[in-house]
């Protein structure tokens, strides 16, 4: 991470093992088992969607937005489609890919998995990845840079890759759970100073931060973010040293900005003015805050955890992104404490403690209760980019900086040889066991699963095919156009997106002369209509307007079908549709309306 660190992490000489004594086996295989483990526990956490076509992780919306992402750019790899812009969904207006979370730097790698086994298979093996990764990256730095005990290095990772904001984050945010790319962008960022050269470690800089912004520009953001306030934490800390790097740096930061500059400049300037952007957020970002009591409490998904604590002290579920309970925050003061002289720890200490004062937002709570006194945050909400960052996700930074703390504690224990704190327990059999009690409670379970309404044969089979002709949609019932969960989302990515259709789950802009930013496309009164029996099971009084209105909208979206697949309510909304379109016909999973004549 910083150049100086390592070379005060040596072993003593003078228990150091011979080579040939260590070695009984290949040098690879011990990391090899280091991230096999990780990739075991990926796994295990993803159980509950392995072979079950019919769940989806708990918040489902997301996890259908980002199948349909990762549909799109398998699509856009075989078909050779824009991978910026798609009009497979909210026809006809399409929907501006570069300006959502399109996670295109996950989608192309991913593509021969979504191609041979569909999207549910590769969003679960992109949390895998997520989650395995940055735990294995976060690994691979500490064991060059900062530690020379394996032992260290892994449980490091362990605490970078699996959080409990990192287990919140992945089962519904590909985006901000893939943090694979911070550690390699920080190695390269912050090299040692015997490693000399700008062009070619500035160069691979900036292909990294190009394939970062490809998978999510918010990780980018707080990592740039974070990284500039550990700069400068570390030249407070140690100036002579931070005099020497700094020439090296800043000429590594130009260059990748150059490099980063040169391929991004169309992607950026398509997500800002190109077909369907859109200004501002969809929802008011500054909501999205933590409770300081969230720090020390446990997250829904740990083997302590709840349902009812953490809803009062985190916004949604998948932003708890804090909940590192009591005994892991004592032991990091004690370590900052302890290794206060290393300039790397008091800058990773500062760094930690300010993105935890910005992520209590603008308003400070204390156990569910708003005390009135001014968040942090509030100094820099009306920042440019800062006004559209969740607040609660600045806690995200925090995780490394613990990872990295214990990894440095661990290392320096095992290094130790001083006298022993009572008869038969030495030092580092007790910090151990303090670890293993703060860790404990942290260790996450499964992700939890809920179930969804199945794709219709009909759809999933292809019997819409000789019924639907080129430029015409197929429109689910209700066609959500809002936050809400899409059938037709899920319909499209399951069927690796061989149909258009209206609606879906998205950022877009309000209307055509309104760039504002909301959720989905402008609500269609037919839209509407249908959406509220489904939620109610209520079928209103129609008229003849409301049939008029029906046609015109299935005009609006191109129709040729109108499928109604399983819904709490669907007999209710069978009966509303068929009030405005006339007798369904079922087929296999619901009942289909054939529109082409009416719609003309």
């Known amino acids: 991470m910083t150049a100086g660190t390592a070379s ?18 290949p040098a690879w295989l011990p990391d090899a088992l280091v991230v096999a483990g990780y990739l075991a526990l990926a796994v295990l956490l993803t159980s509950g969607q392995w072979r079950h076509a019919g769940r989806l992780f708990h918040q489902a919306g997301d996890q259908v937005l980002f199948e349909w992402m990762l549909a799109h750019a398998a699509r856009a790899v075989v078909e050779g489609e824009n991978p ?29 998995v979504t191609l041979l086994f569909g999207s549910q298979a590769a969003f679960c093996v992109a949390v895998v990845c997520c989650l395995a990764g940055t735990a294995t990256a976060w690994y691979a730095l500490l064991r060059r840079r900062l530690v020379t005990a394996r032992s260290a290095a892994a449980i490091g990772g362990l605490i970078c890759g699996f959080a409990p904001g990192m287990i919140a984050q992945a089962g519904a945010h590909l985006h901000m759970a893939a943090q694979f790319l911070v550690p390699a962008i920080l190695a390269l960022v912050f090299r040692p100073a015997t490693s000399g050269g ?31 306030v550990f700069a400068l934490g570390y030249a407070l800390a140690d100036r002579v040293a931070a005099r020497q790097l700094a020439p090296a740096l800043l000429g590594r930061l130009g260059v990748a900005a150059v490099v980063a500059a040169v391929l991004l400049a169309y992607p950026v300037w398509f997500q800002f003015h190109g077909p369907q952007h859109y200004s501002g957020m969809a929802f008011a970002t500054h909501g999205f805050q933590l409770d300081a009591a969230s720090f020390t409490a446990s997250a829904r998904q740990t083997v302590l955890g709840d349902d009812w604590l953490p809803g009062l002290l985190s916004p949604n579920p998948t932003e708890e992104n804090s909940f590192f309970g009591p005994g892991l925050l004592v032991l990091a003061v004690v370590v900052v404490i302890w290794l206060w002289r290393r300039p790397l720890v008091r800058a ?8 935890a004062l910005l992520s209590l937002g603008t308003e400070l709570r204390v156990d569910g209760t708003a005390t009135g006194i001014p968040g942090p945050y509030r100094l820099v909400a009306r920042l440019p980019l800062l006004d559209l960052a969740v607040p609660a996700r600045f806690a995200l930074v925090c995780v490394p900086v613990l990872g990295v703390l214990m990894a440095l504690s661990l290392d320096r224990v095992r290094a130790a040889r001083g006298p022993r704190t009572a008869p038969g327990l030495p030092v580092r059999l007790l910090w151990t066991g303090a670890v293993a009690a703060a860790l404990l409670p942290l260790v996450p379970t499964p992700i939890r699963a809920v179930p969804v309404a199945p794709v219709p044969e009909f759809v999933a089979e292809g019997g819409w095919r000789p019924l639907v ?49 909301r959720w989905g496309a402008p609500d269609r009164p037919t839209a509407a209509l249908l ?11 129609l008229t003849d307007a409301d049939r008029r209105q029906a046609v015109e909208d299935l005009r609006h979206w191109r129709a040729a079908l109108v499928v109604l697949g ?29 529109v082409r004549d009416r719609v003309g």
Not at 8 to 25: L, N, Q
Request: proline share 11%; net charge neutral; glycine share 14%.
């Open 566 to 594: 399983r819904l709490a309510h669907g007999e209710p909304v069978r009966r509303t549709v068929e009030e405005l379109l006339g007798p369904a016909r079922p087929v296999d999973g619901g009942w289909v309306w054939d």
């Open 531 to 541: 959406r509220r029996v489904a939620e109610t099971g209520t079928v209103p009084v």
């Open 469 to 517: 002709p080129p430029g015409r949609t197929v429109v689910a019932v209700p066609p959500v156009t809002g936050a809400a969960l899409s059938p037709v989302m899920l319909w499209s990515a399951r069927t690796g997106l061989a149909f258009r259709a209206p609606g879906g789950y998205f950022i877009g802009p309000t209307g055509p002369d309104d760039p504002a930013a």
């Open 198 to 228: 700008v062009w070619r470690p500035g160069v691979g800089l900036g292909l990294l931060l190009v394939w970062q912004v490809f998978i999510g520009e918010e990780v980018l953001v707080f990592l740039a973010l974070a990284a500039g």
């Open 348 to 355: 990773l200490a500062g760094c930690g403690l300010l993105f």
């Open 84 to 112: 910026l812009y798609s009009t497979t969904l909210n026809a006809p207006d399409g929907v501006n890919l570069m300006a959502n979370t399109s996670v295109l730097g996950l989608g192309v790698p991913l593509a021969p």
């Open 8 to 25: 005060s992490a040596t072993a003593d000489p003078a228990t150091a093992v011979p080579a040939t004594a260590r070695r009984s086996g």
